[in-house]
């Protein structure tokens, strides 16, 4: 099993910044791919970004150029950089891992609790 916990979660003023760190644990963590998603009060979860293991990122339209995904294996930790911060962005953003890449949630095997990002005006 891997375990994943998501940090740095909070409250924000619209044009702000926030760092979402999620940590891991369990299995080797090196050969995932990790990926972010978020899910809003009564919307489904949603793909926010991924990278593979060498390092290969992908991004929602919605996030582009304004969140970066990175991680650092040596650490067991996978970062979002959330920039330029908008009123939509409030969710609960959630880690998740899985061996075969994918950007489709159900495809995901390990999940983290959350962090709940709020985006105020």
């Known amino acids: 099993q891997v375990q994943l916990v998501e940090s740095g979660g909070g409250l924000v003023q619209a044009g702000g910044s926030l760092r979402l760190s999620c940590a891991a644990s369990?299995?080797?963590?090196?050969?995932?791919?990790m990926g972010w998603f978020r899910q809003a009060p009564g919307k489904e979860r949603e793909f926010v970004a991924r990278?593979?293991?060498?390092?290969?990122?992908s991004y929602a339209d919605s996030v582009k150029g304004r969140f970066t995904i990175s991680r650092d294996n040596a650490k067991n930790m996978v970062y979002l950089q959330m920039n330029s911060l908008k009123l939509e962005d409030t969710a609960v953003y959630y880690c998740?891992?899985?061996?075969?890449?994918?950007?489709?949630?159900?495809?995901?095997?390990?999940w983290g609790r959350g962090t709940q990002v709020t985006v105020s005006s």
């Open positions: 990278i593979l293991s060498g390092g290969t990122t």
């Open positions: 998740a891992g899985v061996l075969r890449p994918s950007m489709v949630a159900a495809l995901y095997d390990y």
């Open positions: 369990g299995r080797t963590f090196s050969p995932y791919a």
